[in-house]
């Protein structure tokens, strides 16, 4: 069958085809707050052309991320077999039902060592829906560059080790974080009103604000406590891995 690309998101490595056929068989999603680590899950696939492929695991870990695969990362992590050819496919429960889509494998010889990663159900939903309705996927960005807090680092800024955030390594100038006043070496510790313990947990919540609405900032500035409002714009495509 011909399919037509609808839409594409690099940001997750996800598209949404379309394939004009009738009574096409349909899996029904998951809903992914119910999973757990040691939940039994299948892979489904086409590996090295190996068509209807299937194997089966365990989940190993959830909320996967700073692999550096994709911008966002909150993959579910695991020991089912996933092979080139496995990108694409359906990761199900054991009772059939979508719990991801398998994107990639943690390896050194370029075949399976026992750790495969899949986009969650949940966000690929939330992409398919915002792709089918708008032809692309809107997330909020204060153009600033991100990075964590390391033991080095809160020496050096004279700030407890102990510290948690989103370490702002850099800022544009003309973006909404420059404007709002956020400064190089500022640390997030909060994003309207959620708590930010690393530089992940504030791309995912800059991601999910509204463009054009306004967002609280608590930042640790050296020794002091500031708080900034930082109205949100409109994340460039293909931006990168920065915020």
């Known amino acids: 069958a011909q399919a037509r690309i609808v839409g594409s998101d690099p940001e997750t490595d996800l598209a949404v085809l379309r394939i004009e ?41 959830l909320n996967r991320g700073g692999l550096g695969i994709n911008t966002y990362e909150n993959f579910i992590q695991t020991d089912a077999a996933i092979n080139p050819g496995n990108s694409g496919g359906a990761l199900v429960d054991v009772h059939g039902n979508l719990v991801g889509i398998n994107t990639a494998i943690y390896t ?5 060592q026992g750790i495969g990663l899949a986009v969650p159900a949940d966000t690929a939903r939330m992409v398919l829906d915002a792709l089918i309705r708008d032809g692309t996927v809107v997330r909020g960005w204060i153009g600033a560059e991100l990075g964590d807090v390391t033991p080095e680092l809160a020496a050096h800024l004279s700030i407890p080790a102990s510290t948690r955030g989103a370490l702002i390594r850099g800022v544009l100038a003309s973006g909404p974080a420059g404007e709002a006043g956020l400064r190089p070496a500022d640390v997030v510790q909060s994003f309207d009103g959620q708590e930010i313990g690393g530089s992940r947990d504030l791309l995912n919540a800059v991601a999910q604000a509204k463009p054009g609405s306004d967002a609280r900032v608590a930042v640790l ?12 714009g409109q994340r460039p495509r293909s931006q990168g891995r920065d915020d």
């Open 108 to 112: 050194r010889s370029g075949g399976f």
């Open 221 to 232: 500035r050296r020794d002091q406590s500031v708080e900034l409002t930082v109205r949100i």
């Open 21 to 61: 056929l009738d009574d096409l068989p349909t899996v029904a999603f998951s809903k992914g707050d119910g999973m757990r680590v040691g939940d039994v899950v299948l892979a489904i696939g086409n590996p090295y052309n190996l068509g209807q492929t299937v194997t089966s695991g365990i989940v190993s870990a």
